[in-house]
Every structure is written in structure tokens, then in C-alpha cells.
């Protein structure tokens, strides 16, 4: 007898008849023996709708009275989804984030797990019932609605896995696993039968948007095993585990790209010691994060300092006012702001022990001509900010100078 | 300075603009020196809508997972008017029924309040903020969330102004009072400036849709004076407050109809002692509320009871399956039921102290033409059941024949 979670995604809610298929897919996990938890997102489109609303009221809407809203996208599709496996013939229950007892930290809109709770779930089970939890939502120390971000319901049911020591932790898409590439730009891209926490947390870090970064990083730190399949059959995802040997052996796993992030530019920074720190403590103070950071002696006047870093385009409105705020104070001239940019990149574990793959990476670009504006990398990552125009373009040379259209069965 | 409780209705928080409205008048009372609680219903439609996706799962939802669902109509509303507030310059912040501590018993989809906690309501007009609560909502011992019936949250208004000790609670409306009747049905109708609980609460258990009879029970209970006003206009509405030698006076405050109970005839039962009480017991225990219950001896024969009772259309699918069980087994033949029934009343303090206003009513009924088919009274209402198809010409009748249209100033 296992003790199952079960993720479903906003498509996989979609409409009423998704959700019975989502309730007997529970009821017969059941049936087997197993001990079922299933987290759901709200219905697709739901969020969006919620977040029009209060748009409409206010451009930039409160976060916590946001939160408010949000969650009940959540709410309304646990408790429908409780109610399909009702209809089934099962026994459900919905429970909310401050009923399981999902603590957060107090980011509204993008709250961070600390604690949850797993008596309210146990006893669920020990009911009987299939316990259908509310993903995304959970409770900051005063007992506020907190959400968890986009995605945040893959970090709901990743935490719960690890919370109450689930032996798996099945997420259901629309996608029937990991893919090398993203497959609607590059046809030859391949199902990854398994990769590991570390390579998966680079892909979802960079905008493969199969799992939120988060929940990697959670089933990373549990070693939650994690199987990314498909909703709509029956066929085996992709497992995300911990690596070993085989895993080692793949040079670059997969190539990803990501599209939400901006660049900034200010101009003319005086070049003293601190101005940098000064800059990104201000973003951090307002929980920011910033991704790829250059800094460069100004060309305009050698005493002082370009620096360019990339946020995410969500976060940019926010962060205008007091980027210039802080920029105009540490001596810029001018900050300028790029959207239409991309960022690219490869993976894979095997890259710690292979040299070179990094220049390889360049010169595949180089050879098509793409001008490359910025470079980041990790033991296990190379990424390239490139102009947007040319995102299709340097997946598929990647994807295929790389070799991963080639089978790689592992 | 006054502490106040502003409660808005379905259509006063019916789209983006009205709850803009909302948020200057709860600003303005604020800025004239008060401290507000803003309690809201949710988006006229929206509470509908919910019930119909659940309506659309499983033909008769499960009662906790409905309220789950319902509850989040309230909730959007809530945190939406504390966005209008923000917006318009005003300080807010939105409070469910979990974090209020509205705790009621755990009858699902009609909950009554048990204890409501002040302090959180407390703490946030302590910070100079506007409390906007989610109307309509609590939790039970458990934590689950009930919702109080339709027309729960003018409950919620009350119930909160009676346990934080409010100087009024304020029920905004579409409609800018209490009227002696219907002014749909009769164009005579008159906006009635003072009534006392005891009238209200006749009015309202009548089908005077203005306010939730339990709201009124509350507020007779606690002694909160009640404003029931319109949300479009300043014009005063109706104070509902204890009663004085003025409202005395007045024999019949206004004519009430109610088209929401349907009729149930339980035709040759044993006539046993007990047997009234098993068929009553048997609903009582299954938390529906019997209204009119007249018992015969039966016509067909002299020591069997014919038992005709009233019970809300809404209940009535629901009751069907064991009030047949029960009447099988009490002997009954055969059970008739009527759904095209009004209830037509009179109301007023002054009854009490007048005779032959019953009297009167039959007559004015039966110059009219109008079959009885069964009458209950109370110290201060008279109410008669008809055929559905007489309501406007009954209502009209009364309210001519008890000079109601005359200006009645008090």
C-alpha cells in the first residue's frame, strides 16, 4: 500500500468532464490499495479571469486582498473535484490551505512554504476518503490567505509529498512528460524517460514550464520521486529522481528558452564599491529577483559603470519607479528597458565532467548568425540572452548540434 | 463618533463601478469621524453561477463541498471592495468568515451563527483601517466553512454589529425601504419610515424579501437599530428599532406575500396519538422547517386524519422520499402536493390590542372571491393560504381595505 499524491493542472480541471476524469483516476489509484491525496489548480482560465477582475478595479491591486481573490480559483476546484469523486461512487473531501495547515512566509502573491501540517490529511485518509487539497493557496502566520505564484500547486503537492512522506508524487498535465525541447518549436524534440532534481531544476528555473522551479527544488530536498505525465492516458512521464551513473552520462539533457524575463540597463553608475550592492539590496528589499547581472565600465566615461541585469517582465512595472529612484541616486544618467529579449539555454549534469560545451554552445549560435548580449552559467547550465526574433532559430540549432534528436534512451 | 456596519446586498456590489460606490460611501461615513465595518454580499449572478457548477457535477451536491464553492462568492466581493476602498484613497482590508471567527453549529448550506470574535474586526479599525467582511460565511468547531441560507450575510451584518456593539448596522438595498406591501403588485405601496423588530420579523419570515428573517431576530435580540436603505441614493429608508406608543397605534402595518412554500396533504393517516409528532419528528430531524399545519379528520374515513402542512419549495425534492416513507408507514394512502400556493399576511403591532382585524381580512378575501384554504395567525399577523393565481388581487385588496395607501406617517 502506497500513500500517493496526485497533482492535476488547470487544463486537467478543466471543464466538468475532466474533473470525473480526474475522480476516477483517483478512485481507481484507490481501489488499489493506495492512500490518495490529490492537489488541484483551479479551472484553466479561472485565474485569469479572477485576476481581470481586479485589474479592473485597480492597475496595481493590493497583493494580500489579491491573494483573497486568487485562492478561489483553488477552492472552487477542490471542492468540485470532491464532489466528482462523490459522483463516482468515492469518498472526498475538500481541504483548504488554512485548514491542512499550509504555513507560508508573509510575499503575498508569492508566498514561500515554511510548515504544513499533515494531521488534517491523515485523518482524512484514515477515513477513507481521498483528501483534495486547494493547491497554490496556504496561510501566513496571521492567518491571511497566501498564494504561491504561478505554478504554485505543483509547489502545494511536491511540499505535501515531502510533508507527510508520500511515496510518489504524480504530476498530470497536458504534456505527457519532459521533453529535450520544447516540441512546438522543434519537431525532432524527445520524451527525457527520467532526469534528475538537479537538471529538472535548471530546465523549470529557465522557462520549460512542465514544473515551477520550487517544487523541484522541494522534491529535491525530500527526494520526493516525482513522475510528470499526461492526464488525458495512461502512458509513463518522466521521472524526476536523484541522479545516478546513467543519468551522469548525458552531456546536455535538454535545451530551454524562456521569455519572461526584461532587461535593464542603467547607464552611468558612479564605479564605487557598494553602488552595485546598493542597487540589487533595493530589489531584494522588495523581494525582486533578479536573474543575469553584467556590469561593465561605462563607455561614456571611464569612472563610471554600465550595469545591466534581467527581472522578470511581471515584476518590471513595479520595479520601475524605484530603479530609476535608486539608479538617479548612485549617478546614472539614464536607465533603459529591453523586452523583446530571450534567454537560451542547455542542461545537463554531464557538462560538470566534459570541457567545453560552453564554446560549442557559442559557436552554434555564431554560426547562425545570433548575437549573443549576455552570458550566464552553472556547473550544470549555460544560458545565452539573445534578441527575441531569433528564439526559434537557436532552439532548433541547439537541440540539433547537441545531438538530442538522436534517441537517447536512459 | 459612532461605530457602524454597512451591509451591501448582491446588487449594491453587482459590478466594478457599484462597489466604487460602495467604497466612497464607507470613506465618507469614515471621514465624518465613525469607524466602519463593511459587510458584502457576493456579485449579483456570481452565487448562482456557483451553484450551477456544482449543479452541473452531481444533480444534488454534497452539502460541505457546496459550501466551499459558495463561499467564494463572498470572498471575491470582499476582497474586491477592500481594492474600491485602497483605490479611492480610503485604507481596507478584507476579513473571511475563518479569520473573522464567525463560528456557527455545522448545519451546511443554512448554518446558524453560534459566537462571533470582535477582536480581528477590532484590531483592524484600531489601525484606521475599514473592515470588509465576507458576508454570508463562517466555520463550524471543525474549521469547515457553512454558509447562513440565502440572504446570509444581512445574518452576518447584524450578528457582527450585535457582537462588536455597533450603533447601527446599515442594510443597503436596491429598494430604499420597508413598504407597506409589494410596489411591484400594488402601486400604492408606501415607504414605511419606523417598524418595530416584532413587524419585521412577520414581514420578513413572510416573503418581504428586504431582510433575512434571522438578521431581524438577531437585531430584535441584541437591540441593534436597523437602516434599511438604498445604496443608490442618501435618501433615509426604514429604521426597524424596539417598539414605542407610535408604532402601537398602527393596527396593520403592511400586507406580505410568500411564494416560496409549497403544499403537502397527507391524506388518511392513523388518528393516533403520536402520529403528528413521528411525521414532524421525522422532518424536524432532517433540519426542514415545517410552516402551516392544519390536521381533519380525514373525509374518507372517520378514524383516519388528513394532515395538509407548508414547507419551502426549496426542501421539497429533498423531503419527498421520506415524508412517503413516513406516511406509508403511519398508514397513509396516498400524499397530494401543491406548488402553485401563495401565502398572503397582515401585519401590525396594533392587532394586539384591536379585535375583528382576522374577521376583516376573510371579508375583504371573500368580496373578492377568493377561496381560503388555510389560515395561521400570531399576536400581531393573520396569514391565509391561497390559490397562487390570486396574489396581486389579494395583496391589492388588503392593502386598499386596511388603508395602507393612505399616508400612514409615524
Not at 130 to 156: P, W
Not at 236 to 258: F, H, R, S
Not at 259 to 265: C, D, I, L, M, P
Request: aromatic share 4%.
Amino acid at each position: 500500500m502506497a500513500l500517493v499524491v496526485q497533482k492535476f493542472g488547470g487544463t486537467s480541471v478543466g471543464s466538468i468532464d475532466r474533473m470525473r476524469n480526474v475522480a476516477r483516476r483517483a478512485i481507481a489509484a484507490q481501489k488499489k490499495g493506495d492512500k490518495i491525496v490529490v492537489i488541484v489548480s483551479a479551472m484553466s482560465g479561472e485565474t485569469n479571469r479572477l485576476l481581470g477582475l481586479a485589474h479592473q478595479m485597480v492597475a496595481v491591486p493590493d497583493a494580500r486582498e489579491m491573494d483573497v481573490i486568487a485562492a478561489t480559483g483553488e477552492q472552487v476546484a477542490a471542492a468540485l473535484t470532491a464532489m466528482a469523486i462523490q459522483n463516482e461512487g468515492g469518498q472526498a473531501r475538500s481541504l483548504l490551505g488554512h485548514q491542512v495547515k499550509i504555513l507560508t512566509d508573509g510575499a503575498f502573491t508569492k508566498a514561500r512554504i515554511k510548515t504544513i501540517e499533515g494531521s488534517k490529511i491523515f485523518s482524512t485518509l484514515e477515513q477513507g476518503q481521498i483528501a483534495v487539497v486547494a493547491g497554490f493557496q496556504g496561510v501566513n502566520e496571521h492567518g491571511d490567505i497566501t498564494t504561491l505564484g504561478r505554478g504554485g500547486s505543483d509547489t502545494s503537492a511536491v511540499a505535501i509529498a515531502a510533508a507527510i512522506g508520500a511515496d510518489a508524487c504524480e504530476i498530470y498535465t497536458d504534456v505527457d512528460g519532459v521533453y529535450t525541447t520544447d516540441p512546438n518549436i522543434c519537431p525532432s524534440a524527445r520524451k527525457i524517460p527520467r532526469i534528475s532534481y538537479e537538471e529538472m531544476l535548471e530546465l523549470a528555473s529557465l522557462g520549460a514550464k512542465v514544473l515551477q522551479i520550487r517544487s523541484v527544488e522541494i522534491a529535491m530536498k525530500y527526494g520526493v520521486p516525482v513522475h510528470v505525465r499526461s492526464s488525458f492516458s495512461d502512458v509513463e512521464g518522466t521521472w524526476v529522481t536523484g541522479e545516478d551513473k546513467a543519468l551522469e552520462d548525458v552531456v546536455v539533457a535538454g535545451v530551454a528558452y524562456d521569455k519572461n524575463e526584461a532587461r535593464v540597463h542603467c547607464v552611468g553608475l558612479n564605479d564605487k564599491p557598494g553602488v552595485v550592492a546598493e542597487l540589487f539590496g533595493a530589489m531584494a528589499d522588495k523581494n525582486i529577483s533578479v536573474d543575469m547581472i553584467i556590469q561593465n565600465v561605462s563607455k561614456e566615461s571611464h569612472d563610471r559603470a554600465d550595469v545591466t541585469f534581467t527581472l522578470a517582465k511581471t515584476d518590471l512595472l513595479r520595479a520601475k519607479p524605484f530603479i530609476e529612484e535608486v539608479a538617479k541616486r548612485l549617478g546614472s544618467q539614464e536607465v533603459r528597458y529591453d523586452e523583446d529579449i530571450v534567454k537560451v539555454s542547455i542542461v545537463g549534469l554531464g557538462m560538470r565532467s566534459h570541457a567545453g560545451i560552453a564554446a560549442k554552445m557559442f559557436r552554434i549560435m555564431a554560426a547562425e548568425g545570433i548575437n549573443i548580449q549576455a552570458i550566464s552559467t552553472s556547473e550544470i547550465k549555460v544560458s545565452c540572452l539573445i534578441h527575441a526574433k531569433y528564439t526559434e532559430l537557436a532552439v532548433r540549432a541547439l537541440h540539433d548540434g547537441f545531438g538530442l534528436a538522436k534517441a537517447v534512451e536512459r
